[in-house]
């Protein structure tokens, strides 16, 4: 199990970014204790784009959130760069993207963008600079001014996206981003996302239970068990880059590692409903 | 016709026939007492063109009667700058004192909010005090307070923040307590510091909260000055109603009664006004 989890020959050279070992969270829940992740195991190296795959409850974001320090494992440990992570202790050079709309409401959208860099006391002008192209980047332009409240949901996820991407993280956490968004823009989020990570190579952490938006995007696929979440496999995802979201879906290669992947996956959804 | 028109000449009409009831009701009594209720009894509610003729001697527009003072004339200087019987005086002592309780009523109801409701091990501790003294009626302590602090400002004041400052507290903590967990975290993991978390999270959103407490908070502060007053003070609007009221002077009284309701109108609008800015990033304050 252990070795289905490591990175592809090709990327061995690259150093490791995130080690977990042996990780596993358990709850108390009404008296009763509930074991969330169980001794999970696995590295993302450098440039990596790696997704964790499983039903809902599987522990897949449990897994991210612990990594991101908001919650504390119950054992097990995580390094990022070779240093073990600290629950409430960001690490600087982790960026994280929520499923749900966590852009300030009483921010204007360039207020928003650039709030990590207000934070860590950049100057206006670099500011401005900065946040101007994160928005031409993501077609925000026009609405740097507006507030959440009076934009789209994939223009709200664009913004939400930028303001961590803005402050360049090279590790880049993201749980289910875009999970609420409807079909149409969630593929035009992928092409957003590819575009950028294709220039930056950031080492990308994503959660999903969208076995369409992992094999589009990612370069490995981990797949978690239902409850208690466990590494049930691990997949390579070999399509060439750039990748075009829409068009890679039609090769049959596609259709094969899906097929695979979806009858591995379909069991631990079964397992899912009936518990 | 458009309908607001209309509504306008509805409340234009409403407006007309109570104030003809006001000023002729009582004149009908002695021919048909069954149908003029004692409501209309000029002893207690006086009447129109009384209240009128009252206001424009307190407000020194006719100091003496028959004669019109214009506003810039000698007459009237003369008139306004006593301290007795002067409308405009105690108006200006009454808003003055009303907005020394409102701003510190609010700035120390938000700071305890804050205070408590953000930090949990504070807000247990301080849990049975907070319900013991919110379940004293604040009015009660008014005659305490003019005690300690006087028949002077400082006494209205401190009766008008005491009823200010839970109202505010209350609705502080919370908003505080209710602001979304993701925020706090998404502007962690964004590198904030626990500082930076409160001054652009933990404060932002409970503005929301604060400002739904401000409307009914401005009101409170002129009813602590008011109640203030009518226990003991030299001057202000309390005052005169007291003073009328000692003197069977109900046109006084009015007259009054309606500077609050127009100062009480004022207060609302400028504090909704300043409300629908400062949360413009609400969709409903949007558009406006």
Known sequence: MLA?????????????????????????????????????????????????????????????????????????????????????????????????????????????????????????????????????????????????????????????????????????????????????????????LLKIWEREKQTVLFVTHDLGEALTLSDRIILFSARPGRIKDCFEVPFPRPRDGVAMRETPEYAALFSRIWHALGEEFKKARKS | ???????????????????????????????????????????????PSEIFEQFLRLSCLQPKPGELAMPGGTAFSACTARYENNLWFATFVTLRNTFFGFLTGVTSGVVLGLLLGRSPRLAEIASPFVTAVNSIPRIALAPIIILAFGIGDASKIATSWIVVVFLVFFNTFEGARSVDPDYVNASRLLGASEWQITRTVIIPSTMAWVFASLTPAVSFALIGVIVGEFIGAEFGIGRLIIESEARGEAAGMMVAVFVLMIVGIALSAGIQRMQSYLLRWQPRHQGR
């Open chain 1, 4 to 192: 289905l989890a490591e990175p592809p020959a090709q990327a061995a050279l690259a150093p490791v970014r995130v080690d977990v070992r042996g990780l596993s969270k358990s709850f108390a829940l009404h008296g009763r204790r509930i074991d969330a992740v169980e001794d999970v195991s696995f590295t993302v190296r450098q440039g990596e784009f790696v997704s964790l795959l499983g039903p809902s409850g599987s522990g897949k974001s449990t897994v991210l959130n612990m990594i991101a320090t908001l919650l504390a494992p119950t054992g097990g440990s995580i390094l990022i760069d070779g240093k073990a992570v600290v629950p409430g202790r960001t690490t600087p050079q982790v960026g994280y993207v929520y499923q749900k709309d966590t852009l300030f409401p009483w921010r204007t959208v360039a207020d928003n963008i650039g709030y990590g860099l207000e934070l860590a006391g950049l100057s206006k002008a670099e500011r401005h600079e900065r946040v101007a192209r994160a928005v031409a980047r993501v077609g925000l332009t026009g609405f740097e001014a507006a507030y959440p409240a009076s934009l789209s949901g994939g223009m709200r996820q664009r913004a939400s996206l930028m303001r961590t991407l803005v402050r360049e993280p090279e590790i880049l956490l993201m749980d289910e981003p875009f999970g609420a968004l409807d079909t149409h823009t969630k593929l035009d989020m992928h092409d957003v």
């Open chain 2, 1 to 47: 016709m458009s309908r607001p028109l209309s509504t306008l000449a509805w409340q234009v009409a409403i407006v007309a026939v109570l104030l003809a009831l006001w000023q002729w009701a009582w004149s009908l009594k002695p021919y048909a007492p069954w149908a003029v209720p004692d409501l209309f009894d000029p002893y207690f509610v006086s009447r």
